[in-house]
């Protein structure tokens, strides 16, 4: 079973800067990508960024430029910077997982989310 808690969602200004954090527990070793993704009041939850075992990564259209994902072993970070309004959203980390016919566990694991406002 993988775990993940994110942290480091808040309320900030437009222009400013934040930096999420996801941490994964259990049985990392099956891990064999992670990403963000995240959801607005009436809207699908869709992907932000993502980082896959070879250290390859891939931004949304929507941030490339403002937003930065790493990942630090199964430890995954969103440095969020020049928000804006339309950021405003719980984001949620996500991590996918080796399944196979011999290997049990879910193919997803979802974190809590953690809310990020971004106000005028």
């Known amino acids: 079973q993988v775990r993940l808690v994110e942290s480091g969602g808040g309320l900030v200004q437009h222009g400013e800067s934040l930096r999420l954090s996801c941490t994964a527990s259990g049985d990392t070793a099956r891990i064999v990508g992670m990403a963000w993704y995240r959801q607005a009041p009436g809207t699908q939850r869709d992907l932000v960024a993502a980082v896959n075992n070879g250290g390859g990564t891939s931004v949304a259209d929507s941030v490339k430029g403002r937003f930065a994902v790493s990942r630090d072993g199964a430890n995954l970070y969103l440095q969020m910077n020049d928000l804006k309004l339309e950021d405003t959203a719980v984001y949620y980390c996500?991590?996918?997982?080796?399944?196979?016919?011999?290997?049990?566990?879910?193919?997803?694991?979802w974190g809590q989310g953690t809310q990020v406002i971004v106000s005028s």
């Open positions: 996500a991590s996918f997982n080796l399944v196979t016919t011999s290997t049990s566990g879910d193919a997803a694991t």
